[in-house]
């Protein structure tokens, strides 16, 4: 969340505009490396594109030029753009798009889907032409932002073209698409999200570079998601209690299978038992001495499960960051505490709230347990994160975040947190990941003068997005700091970042910090009759709902199997990964 979520009391000075210095664009090498990038889509979608339709004719001119023909859109052309949000943008963008003129609106799905994926690379190679402009340090941060997000896109947006194409749907689900589209749509957002209250010319050229791909994605999505649309939220009358729900029953035979056998074991052993692939101790007795090396060292696209131990100590380095190609690390600490990666960025530094992490992850399959993640800027600086996840089947175990503001960015796909503790302030469990927190523990802080604490800042943006937060089994509690003076800062559940929002605690212990209105609004009116707020048998003297919030779209659930949707076996579940990791978890309501 960029500046436009600011809490301050009044202080403008962290709200100061940048502007940036133009200068004739040059080459890179990186330009040369999209071009072949795009070269390649190119020639992908003359493979993915049966039915290939020439929109050229030669016209009795003398100079034999070419010029398009104007077609209207096929009936199947225009049903299907027809259940898009953006349903003009739809059929402009299609009707030139080989194969699309002829096509059957179920190949529509993948034509869509190729579209798109060009113009992102396209994008991507356009934005890459400005990079060597002269920028400050707050414009420069927000473009590199934009270009490993878009990098990111493209790559997700191949995976899908590869299941949604003819012949495909090997190694993936419907759920991995919706997953790596939604991911898609978060990406180009907060890339433009990092340009706010910035002007000049790198901006103008990103909003111009970059233009309808956000209304391109969403209508993937919502083509995509029209012949698996869910149901309505309608269920069943409640008829258990929350006692039973949570009482000891069958043990569930461990963990979530995303996970392998292997796995399981790892986040079983105690850590000085696992035979790591590199251990990271600062006093010279294992590889490396800091976890960067320990990164830098890891393979690229590695199938197998890599893992990195990291010996008790402080690390504070300046740039840690699994990057997408590192997959399938595990960081392995000594415990909450013991092993702490810890660092001080914040936007007061001339950075965007995306770079403020002093830990992220965008390798799909990583694992960290036993360690702590904290930001220690403080609440006076505002946005600073101290853990940003942009993995897909991402896992955090027993581990502590720490920070103020923004301290946890669960930024995109699906990830799972056991038997957490996250501390904060403001907005402090933020981001659109399809993401459950179970038997964790949420510590409200004491912010700054006349701050409200929110827990949770959830930006969903589109209706069709498989994407939320879920807070089960979990404990909500007041730090010892705010509850001497919790009167003076009320803490409410949740506020709406985007249009619609999406946000639910089940069965949880709300204290007695929680605002009776339970929820708080982001500005107004925004939001409520879109977003979907809700709370499913909580207790404690925070869950009375007597006075709760009566906006359209808040609801206190009241079936089980609508609160079954926001489980880990309906959520988060998608091709079955989280039992491979080895982390116990309740897959349904109850044990």
């Keep these: 969340m960029e500046y436009g979520r600011l809490e301050s009391v009044g202080d403008s000075s962290t709200r100061s505009l940048n502007t940036d210095s133009v200068r004739a664009p040059k080459r890179s090498k990186f330009k040369l490396l999209l071009l072949i990038l795009v070269a390649t889509l190119v020639a992908a979608s003359a493979v993915s594109a049966v039915f290939v339709v020439v929109f050229r004719d030669n016209e009795s001119s003398g100079d034999g030029a070419e010029r398009l023909r104007i077609r209207r859109p096929s009936v199947a052309l225009s049903r299907t753009c027809s259940l898009t949000r953006f349903p003009n943008l739809c059929v402009s963008s299609l009707l030139g798009f080989p194969g699309a003129a002829t096509a059957t609106d179920r190949d529509l799905v993948h034509i869509s889907v190729n579209m798109t994926l060009q113009k992102f690379g396209r994008a991507l190679y356009s934005a890459s032409d400005i990079s060597n402009i002269q920028m400050d340090a707050r414009v420069r941060s927000a473009y590199q932002d934009c270009l490993e997000l878009l990098d990111d896109s493209v790559y997700l947006l191949s995976g899908s073209l590869t299941y949604v194409a003819p012949g495909g749907g090997a190694g993936g689900s419907t759920q991995d698409v919706l997953t790596w589209l939604s991911a898609s749509l978060t990406n180009h957002d907060t890339c433009m999200e990092g340009f706010d209250d910035l002007e000049g010319y790198v901006k103008n050229q990103m909003l111009y570079r970059l233009k309808d791909l956000s209304g391109l994605v969403s209508n993937c999505l919502a083509i995509y998601s029209a012949a698996r649309r869910n149901e309505d939220f309608s269920g069943i009358p409640i008829q258990n209690r929350r006692r039973k729900l949570l009482s000891p029953g069958k043990k569930h035979e461990h963990y979530p299978n995303w996970l392998s056998r292997r796995d399981r074991m790892l986040l079983d052993l105690p850590a000085p038992a696992i035979k ?54 595990m960081f392995v600490g000594d415990g909450r505490g013991i092993t702490v990666i810890s660092g001080g960025k914040n936007i007061q530094l001339n950075m965007t709230t995306f770079h403020t992490a002093t830990f992220a992850a965008t390798g799909a399959g990583f694992i960290a347990r036993d360690m702590t993640f904290e930001n220690w800027a403080g609440p006076d600086k505002h946005q600073a994160v101290a853990l940003r996840i942009g993995a897909d089947h991402a896992v955090i175990y027993r581990c502590n975040i720490i920070g103020y503001q923004d301290t946890l960015y669960a930024h995109s796909q699906r990830q799972f947190y056991r038997e957490c503790a996250i501390y904060g302030t403001v907005d402090f469990i933020f981001g659109n990941a399809a993401v459950v927190f179970q038997n964790c523990t949420m510590h409200a802080r004491k912010p700054l003068p006349f701050q409200k604490i929110t827990i949770t800042a959830q930006n969903r943006k589109d209706p069709n997005q498989n994407t939320g937060i879920s807070i089960h089994a979990c404990k909500i509690v007041a730090e010892l700091d705010l509850e001497m003076a919790k009167g003076s800062y009320p803490t409410y559940l949740g506020r709406p970042w985007k249009l619609f929002s999406r946000t639910v605690y089940m069965l949880s212990y709300l204290g007695d910090h929680i605002h009776p209105r339970g929820w708080l609004e982001w500005n107004a009116t925004f939001a409520l009759d879109t977003l979907y707020y809700g709370e499913y048998m909580n207790y404690g003297p925070g869950g009375a709902m007597g006075q709760r919030v009566t906006w359209p779209g808040y609801r206190v659930i009241n079936s089980s199997e609508e609160a079954s949707k926001f489980t880990v076996a309906q959520f988060i579940y998608g091709s079955a990964w989280l039992p491979s990791t080895g982390v116990t978890f309740l897959a349904g309501l109850s044990t």
């Design 276 to 329: 790591a692939d590199i251990i990271v101790s600062q006093d010279g007795n294992g590889t490396f001495k800091t976890i960067t090396e320990a990164i830098k060292k890891a393979p690229e696209n590695s199938t197998r499960r890599f893992v990195i131990y990291v010996r008790a100590g402080r690390y504070e380095e300046d740039i840690l960051k699994v990057g997408r190609r590192k997959m399938n690390l």
